[in-house]
Each structure stands twice: as C-alpha cells, then as structure tokens.
C-alpha cells in the first residue's frame, strides 16, 4: 500500500470546504445579501414580508451567529419558541421556510457544511401542537 502523508489524507474533497471569507459570516449579513440578491423577481408584497420575517423572527435569534455555528438544536430551540409565543402554525411554515432558503443558499455558497433545517419534519412539529392544543391525548392500554 502506498505511504499517504497525513495531511494529504486529512484534506477534504473541494467539495466540502468552506469558503474562507466567509466562515465567520453573521447570519444577518449574510441574510440580508441572500435578500438583496433574490429580491428582485419578487412582488412588492413578498418583497416586505420577506423583511419583515427576517427582522422580526430570524434575526433577534440568529442574527450575530455565525452561519457556520447554526445548529439543528439551536433551529428546534428557536421554533419552540415560536411554538411557545403562541404563533400561528401557518406563520411558523413561513418563518422556517425562510430560514431553510437562506441556510440552503448558505450550503451552496460554501458559507456553512450542511443545512441545520434539513432532518426537521415541521409538519410532524406542527401536528403535535395542535394535538396537544385540543386536548388529544391518545389512548393507553390499561
């Protein structure tokens, strides 16, 4: 077998390296590049909300982060608490929709290793609130 050194066979494929300028971008900055560079197709309508959510929702919880550092623990945290706060389930839909496009731009621009979104089931997050909501409790065998 032939002798590899060892930081030969520590490196990454290119594929999976992170963008250097970019690794201790916060979450607002690089937010509100993704936005500038989308908006421009969108209606005047989509255009506001799409401001509004991320002023509202996504950047008092991640804004300072690092996109990097955001984890899928700190997206499940931050959805409970949107969950706690009472808000509508359809408006929650929005909110995470959002903070998945931009983590997903983020993954393709070598901004962040993965997508912190991308093994949340929000439709099973969801369905449980408004169960526990009604009162379901499901049956127990006795």
């Known amino acids: 077998m032939p002798r590899t050194s060892t930081s030969r066979r520590a490196r990454l494929v290119p594929e999976t390296q992170l963008n250097p300028p970019a690794l201790n971008v916060a979450f607002k900055e690089y937010a509100k590049r993704w936005r500038l560079s989308r908006e421009t197709g969108w209606a005047v309508e ?16 991640f804004g300072n982060s690092a996109m990097r550092s955001i984890t899928l623990t700190e997206v ?27 983590c997903a ?38």
Not at 85 to 92: D, F, V, Y
Request: glycine content about 4%.
């Open 46 to 61: 989509t255009r506001d909300r799409v401001v509004s959510n991320l002023r509202v929702h996504l950047v008092p919880a």
């Open 76 to 102: 499940l945290e931050w959805l409970a608490r949107q969950l706690g706060e009472g808000k509508a389930k359809s408006s929650i839909k929005l909110y995470f929709e959002l903070l998945d496009a931009i």
């Open 105 to 142: 731009a983020a993954v393709a621009d070598k901004v962040m290793p993965d997508k912190p979104c991308a093994s949340v089931r929000l439709a099973k997050i969801l369905n449980g609130v408004s169960r526990a909501r009604s009162g379901f409790r499901p049956r127990t065998k006795s």
